[in-house]
């Protein structure tokens, strides 16, 4: 597990999307009303739409090209379209940065 | 324990068979499928696509390898089953392997017709039946020049276009003096060679095959009349015939096919058979659908549920034959007793023919258009007597005189494939499978189910219609439909008690009319925000992150995630220093497509989001707006500055009319035009308002779309001055404003409201001064959102991207 401190959360509007790239790795970031950060990768299983863009409801986010409907929880997309992107795990700490978890074999990926 | 169920053959009857029986009582049968091919369940019928190149392997199968282990089907692929012990209860397989069944299935299909011809075994002389063939005959292609196709029915016209496809001369063979001529009358058949003939492909009809010429190899074909055909391949392709051979030996009852009862049971206990190895009353069939109905049948009967056997199919033919949509079904050759109904239009290629026996439709034939297939088919299935207006079989009520077909009688016609809903891709069967499986029972219920009418809900009024045919048109819920499926209370319902209750937050409004989804969704957030605005343009802060994207970046999202940027051209009338300044920006960003739009400006494709504030800060113009609910552009034509028929100045009516109407948020898009004559050059009558200059005044129009649904703009009123134009718009939009569901264009909102109603709203002065005032308040509130995202660190950082390096120690954001 890796752990890469993205910014600060001043830099998150809430309830709307931002983008972190790393190598070929691309996220989408939000900030939830509840001040939590939400990561998931930033391509809409569908037709790999930019989530990082789409409208977010509590921890829901709709695709903006389609509107299929992803928990950023889990990354799955709610019925009726079928489909998962990865989602990571991100935590801010008590100064307000924001800390993302990538896995191994991710950071393998990215470096 | 569960029964054993074997069965022998894996083609697309028997796992269609399979598959009804899982979804019917997954739990009954371990279930064994012998296939001799080493491939999964393919779909035989496009073997042509991937013989024409259009296809891969990979696109025509039917049930991947994971089907069968998802659904621990063990499939025993390249073997074959030798023999069947009907008293052990027993199947062995040339793998050696002997697998005992409680149910054994024969689903051998068929096997290709070959012609006994002397030299029938020379290499270069193949069937078209399976993918080896395929590869055979693409392999061929790359070595040799010319084949022979033997037979002019579909498989071998199929065959002769994948030849041609794969560079090779071809020439068909067939006995009778026309192509398909069991499934085409000789007009239809005669269209169609002129067609193929057109496409290169070469016919010798009337033909009988006498001997295969050439050594190890072909190298002809010689006919009776003692003619010859040179040929490096030749592909029989004279038709087909139940594989029933096993069957046969295993001491069933086999005619032609293996004969069944009306349950699909072969003469000895516990042994069935479906698809084309099968004799179902003296036929075996080749076509899929009658295939998929014997699967049915055995499926319900092995799964212990209740149903009425098989009767028989009425088979159609409906196909596309390089490239050329042919139809037929029933009894289509003239009989004596029978009168056709004719079409013939070679202009267009169009060849139309129905069949009637005492006011029956008995049989049609269809090329070139076979749009009304579904309709004669089950005009033929239905035996509805049409004496005296046989004509409306073809032309529908309408062309006999009454009036146009209603949505159920559209429904009613449609077969169980087609699509109902264009957008997301919904068939009549997944509608009525959702109502009868899921228990949908009303529009909503429905829409959420499948997507049938999500996307532009053109199909709606099909969707319902569906709907009441299924359950009934009394068993129909009548659900009431709020604003989305966070609420059910209705735009009015909404707007009033914002108004009423002063609310001016999404959060309130959510909060105290008692939203399901406590952050709402993608509908009704952005409603809410523009209702918010439209009610309280002061007090109401817009709230960006309710807004969908293209708003929220004040550009058009793309399917690839850049976006397209069009700065504000008014009126569509430019300067050279402006179109330099939008050559420059274009070099500097690289924009990789520059285009004009169709309202007459200038398109940006390809950005990125990261550039989009940099670009506008160079470009320096007004956001066109080309993105949002809002005055989109004013079109004009040169009017009386140039042109020698303009009556007044439509150049400057349009680009008044943008300077004072842009920014401006609006239920939907509004797009504005200004002709100078009556001759309309700027297309203003399929406009949301349409100016047109007449002598002496103005016509306005309102209300008309050249977009999802074209529509014609009403006459609103005729006015005198520039000044009435301008008042009259203020007035006509703000009453838009205000009664419109967020993202109804005017079209529909007037459809709803009423001509009437609108022209009531606007006829006096006072009452067109009252919301030019409000409008008036509306837009002097609004700014240009590309010079304020340029001035605003905050919204512009939000257009960046935050980057790490990963592996460095908590690495730097941003």
């Known amino acids: ?111 | 324990m569960k029964r054993k169920l074997v069965m022998i053959g894996n083609g697309m009857a028997g796992v269609s068979f399979v598959e009804q029986l899982l979804k019917l009582n997954p739990g009954r049968y371990d279930v064994s499928i012998i296939g001799a091919e080493p491939h999964p369940n393919y779909n035989r019928i496009m073997l042509s696509s991937v013989l024409a190149g259009e296809a891969g392997m990979k696109d025509i199968i039917l049930n991947d390898w994971d089907w069968y282990r998802d659904n621990g089907i063990a499939l025993l692929a390249g073997q074959e089953a030798v023999a069947v012990d009907a008293a052990a209860r027993t199947v062995s397989t040339n793998g050696g392997e002997t697998l005992p069944y409680d149910e054994l299935v024969f689903a051998t299909g068929s096997l290709p017709f070959m012609l006994p011809l002397p030299g029938a075994d020379k290499e270069g002389v193949i069937a078209f039946r399976d993918i080896k063939d395929c590869e055979t005959m693409i392999e061929t292609a790359e070595r040799y020049r010319k084949a022979v196709v033997i037979g002019g029915g579909l498989l071998g016209l199929e065959a002769a276009r994948g030849l041609i496809n794969l560079g090779m001369e071809v020439g068909v063979v067939h006995n009778s003096p026309y192509l398909m001529n069991r499934q085409l009358d000789e007009t239809a058949s005669r269209m169609l060679q002129a067609e193929l003939e057109r496409q290169g492909m070469k016919f010798l009809l009337g033909k009988q095959s006498d001997f295969i010429t050439g050594e190890e190899r072909v190298t002809g074909l010689t006919f009776k009349d003692g003619s010859h055909e040179a040929a490096d391949l030749i592909v029989m392709a004279v038709g087909i015939r139940p594989n029933a051979r096993l069957a046969k030996n295993s001491g069933l009852v086999v005619n032609d096919g293996i004969v069944v009862d009306d349950y699909m049971a072969a003469s000895l206990p516990n042994i069935h058979a479906v698809g084309e190895c099968a004799e179902h009353r003296g036929v075996s069939y080749g076509l899929v659908a009658p295939l998929y109905e014997q699967g049915a049948v055995l499926a319900r009967k092995l799964a212990g549920a209740d149903g009425d056997g098989y009767q028989g199919s009425v088979v159609s033919t409906k196909l596309k034959v390089s490239g050329v949509h042919v139809f037929s079904a029933g009894r289509f050759a003239d009989e004596p007793g029978t009168k056709a109904l004719r079409v013939q239009d070679d202009l267009d290629g169009i060849y139309k023919k129905v069949v009637f026996e005492n006011g029956k439709v008995v049989g049609a034939v269809l090329f070139g258009d076979t749009g009304d297939s579904s309709k004669l088919f089950s005009a033929i299935r239905g035996g509805k007597d049409y004496t005296g207006i046989e004509k409306e079989v073809l032309f529908g009520p309408s062309g006999a005189g009454g009036k146009a077909e209603s949505a159920t009688d559209l429904v009613a016609a449609m077969s169980g494939d087609e699509i109902v809903c264009g957008c997301n891709g919904v068939t009549k069967d997944t509608l009525v499978g959702a109502i009868a499986e899921k228990g949908c029972a009303s529009l909503p219920e429905l829409k959420a189910c499948t997507k049938a009418s999500a996307g532009c809900g053109g199909c709606k009024p099909l969707v319902e219609a569906v709907l009441s045919a299924t359950l009934g048109a009394d068993r129909v819920a009548a659900v009431k439909e709020g604003i989305c499926g966070c609420t059910p209370l209705s735009r009015d319902e909404v707007v009033g008690a914002i108004r009423q209750m002063h609310l001016t937050t999404s959060k309130e409004v959510m909060h105290v009319l008692a939203w399901r989804n406590t952050e709402g969704c993608s509908k009704c957030r952005p409603a809410l925000n523009y209702y918010l605005g439209m009610a309280f343009p002061e007090e109401h802060e817009d709230e960006r992150e309710s807004r969908f994207v293209n708003e929220r970046n004040h550009a058009n999202i793309q399917k690839d995630g850049t976006y397209s940027v069009v700065p504000r051209i008014y009126g569509g009338v430019t300067t050279p220093e402006d179109l330099m300044k939008i050559a420059t920006v274009a070099e500097k960003y690289r924009v990789p497509l520059v285009k004009f739009t169709g309202g007459q400006r200038i398109d940006l494709l390809g950005v990125k989001k990261e550039d989009l504030p940099g670009m506008w800060k160079d470009l320096d113009m007004p956001s066109g707006y080309a993105y949002g609910k809002s005055l989109r552009t004013v079109k004009t034509c040169v009017g009386n500055t140039f042109c020698r028929f303009g009556t007044q100045d439509a150049i400057k009516m349009g680009v008044d009319l943008e300077k004072k109407f842009e920014r401006l948020n609006t239920p939907h898009k509004v797009k504005l035009a200004v002709s100078g004559c009556p001759r309309n050059c700027a297309e203003a009558t399929i406009k949301d308002l349409g100016v047109v200059a007449i002598d002496g005044g103005w016509e306005l129009y309102a209300a008309g779309n050249g977009g999802t649904r074209v529509r014609a703009a009403d006459l609103l009123t005729k006015v005198k001055t520039e000044e009435e134009v301008l008042a009259w718009t203020g007035a006509y939009l703000q009453y838009y404003r205000e009664t419109a569901n967020y993202m109804e264009r005017t079209s529909e909102w007037s459809l709803r409201v009423g001509l009437e109603t609108i022209k009531r709203a606007l006829e006096k002065p006072e009452d067109r001064d009252a919301l030019n005032a409000r409008i008036d308040k509306a837009l002097e509130l609004t700014q240009d959102p590309w010079k304020q995202i340029i001035e605003n660190d905050d919204l512009r950082g939000a257009f960046g991207v935050m980057t790490a390096t990963v592996g460095a120690q908590a690495a730097d954001g941003k």
């Open chain 1, 1 to 111: 597990m890796n752990r890469v401190v993205v910014g600060h959360i001043s830099e998150f509007p809430a309830r709307s999307g931002r983008v972190f790239r790393a190598g070929t790795l691309e996220l989408a970031m939000f900030r939830l009303s509840d001040g939590t950060v939400k990561a998931v990768e930033n391509r809409c299983p569908h037709k790999q739409g930019r989530l990082s863009e789409g409208i977010v409801c509590d921890h829901h986010v709709y695709c903006p090209l389609h509107d299929w409907k992803i928990d950023l929880h889990d990354g799955r997309v709610q019925a009726p379209d079928e489909g998962c992107v990865d989602a990571y795990p991100v935590e801010v700490d008590e100064a307000g940065n924001v800390i993302l978890f990538l896995k191994d074999e991710v950071e393998a990926k990215v470096s």
